[in-house]
């Protein structure tokens, strides 16, 4: 097994820049990538919920990981998803993952079939045992029914491959009740996917955040992170207010973060707003709301 480094910081769920459903917009990919890194990111998630993977075929999903992968050079940890309906698709992605240089894969529960928590143990335990890579768990009950309970999530972060736990239930009292069965002796690490509760998570323990947002304004994220670890409240308070208000803009019309995510990086000139089905991408209303925002925004660090 590989040996386990904590992992802290801002680790942002990388977005896959496409020019197509079926083509990679490798400009994009690399604009993006250093736009993060420029930003001070800690680390990069690549192929989660904001890089569209399930959308993705595994041809585009490994072409978007290779690049990733070259990119960064090995000057940051490099996460890669892996979840999949399939457990044999999983475990070859992860061997591939593994095989491509990642410095551990994440998993999300399945989708579809119903699951018992046995089940899902039992799933996370065999793609954890098929790689010599640190696993990460990731627990996000708004993108699959089958949702991790608290007490499977402390008996697979018994287990010496699981590194850490990625928590998306997006409820501060599940963070406290989670770090409560953990126990003050707890030294994997445990991150919180909501960036609308990056602030007080911190604050309170976590070791750091996997925000959609960072994508965009990665040095906003790690300045409030950095903040939150020296304990200045007001600077806080004050980023906080700020990744509030992105928030708040990101999610046009109800549909997911990761259209606004990217219409903002090609307002940008990051990359391309494309989004792969079944996702729609803004309507014009949506679009010049946003535009309006990102032309008034002023980060104030």
Same mark, same amino acid.
């Given at each position: ?69 070259? #990119? ?78 608290? #007490? ?42 909501? #960036? #609308? ?105």
């Amino acid at each position: 097994m590989k040996e386990i480094h904590k992992l802290k910081g801002i680790i942002p769920p990388v977005a896959t820049p496409l020019l197509d459903q079926n083509t990679l917009d490798k400009m994009g990919v690399s604009k993006l990538l250093k736009h993060m890194m420029d930003g001070g990111v800690h680390g990069l998630f690549v192929l989660g919920t904001t890089g569209e993977a399930v959308s993705l075929s595994y041809r585009l999903r490994y072409e978007m990981l290779e690049q990733s992968l070259q #990119e960064v050079s090995g000057q940051l940890p490099v996460l890669a998803g892996v979840s999949d309906t399939s457990l044999e698709e999983a475990i070859r992605f992860a061997q591939k993952a593994e095989k491509a240089g990642v410095s551990g894969i994440v998993v999300a529960p399945p989708y579809y079939f119903p699951c018992t928590q046995e089940a899902l143990y039992d799933y996370v335990l065999r793609l954890s045992e098929a790689v010599s890579i640190p696993t990460y768990i990731y627990n996000i009950p708004s993108h699959s029914p089958h949702a991790f309970s608290q #007490e499977t999530v402390v008996r697979l972060l018994q287990l010496p491959q699981i590194a850490g736990y990625k928590d998306s239930t997006c409820s501060m009292m599940a963070f406290h009740q989670m770090k409560h069965k953990l126990g003050e002796d707890f030294d994997k690490t445990y991150l919180l996917g909501p #960036e #609308e509760l990056l602030g007080e998570s911190v604050l309170l323990g976590a070791d750091g955040g996997v925000n959609g947002g960072a994508n965009a304004f990665p040095r906003l994220y790690v300045s409030l992170y950095e903040a939150a670890v020296a304990r200045d409240i007001q600077k806080v308070k004050a980023l906080q207010a700020q990744v509030m208000r992105i928030s708040h803009t990101l999610y046009q019309g109800g549909k997911t973060v990761i259209q606004g995510v990217k219409f903002a990086l090609s307002e940008m000139g990051i990359c391309q707003e494309h989004v792969a089905l079944p996702l729609a991408p803004l309507d014009h209303l949506e679009k010049a709301a946003m535009r309006q925002f990102l032309e008034n925004f002023e980060l104030n660090l």
